[in-house]
């Protein structure tokens, strides 16, 4: 298992600089970042789109005809449903700084433990939206301008 992921990021590292899927010029970019996904994935659904320049942690489910968007970052653990739309630049989070004391600045507190980030089925989540840890989305859409429940 694991060193099927090691393979699945070391072919990553190129299948993430290949053109976005929409291009143009198709090198089966998007069939090579799905196998990928597969690989290096805790569960990958059926068509899945990876897009170019994504980042995500391992630790991460994501169901059928689901997508990571251009540049967008995903940390474990992470739930993502089906028929999921993820727009570029989008961050999700499932760490943050710890705050709990005043006496002791945020960078020697360490970081909170991770809590799991859920997006439900049929979700679209628009350009540069940042989900925060332990938020669940569930059949809505999302931009920077509004508030999911």
């Known amino acids: ?3 099927r992921r090691i393979i699945g990021r070391l ?17 089966g970019q998007k069939f090579i970042r799905a196998l990928c996904a597969r690989m290096i994935l805790n ?3 059926r068509h899945v789109n990876i897009e170019r320049k994504a ?3 391992s630790n991460i489910e994501i169901g059928d005809y689901s997508g990571i968007g251009v540049r ?8 993502i449903g089906k028929h999921v739309m993820m727009a570029p630049e989008c961050i999700i989070f499932t760490q943050n700084h710890r705050t709990d004391r005043v006496d002791i600045p945020m960078t020697e ?3 909170t433990p ?6 439900g089925d049929d979700v679209w989540i628009g350009r540069r939206v940042m989900i925060m840890p332990g938020v669940i989305h569930n059949r809505c859409w999302c931009n920077s301008h509004t508030r999911c429940t």
Do not use: H, T
């Open 109 to 111: 507190q360490g970081v």
């Open 1 to 3: 298992m694991k060193i």
């Open 72 to 79: 967008c970052e995903v940390n474990g653990p992470c739930r």
């Open 114 to 119: 991770p809590k799991e980030v859920v997006i």
């Open 55 to 57: 980042r995500f942690s």
């Open 43 to 45: 569960k990958c659904g």
């Open 11 to 27: 072919i990553y590292v190129v299948a993430s600089r290949m053109p976005s899927s929409d291009s143009k010029i198709q090198l």
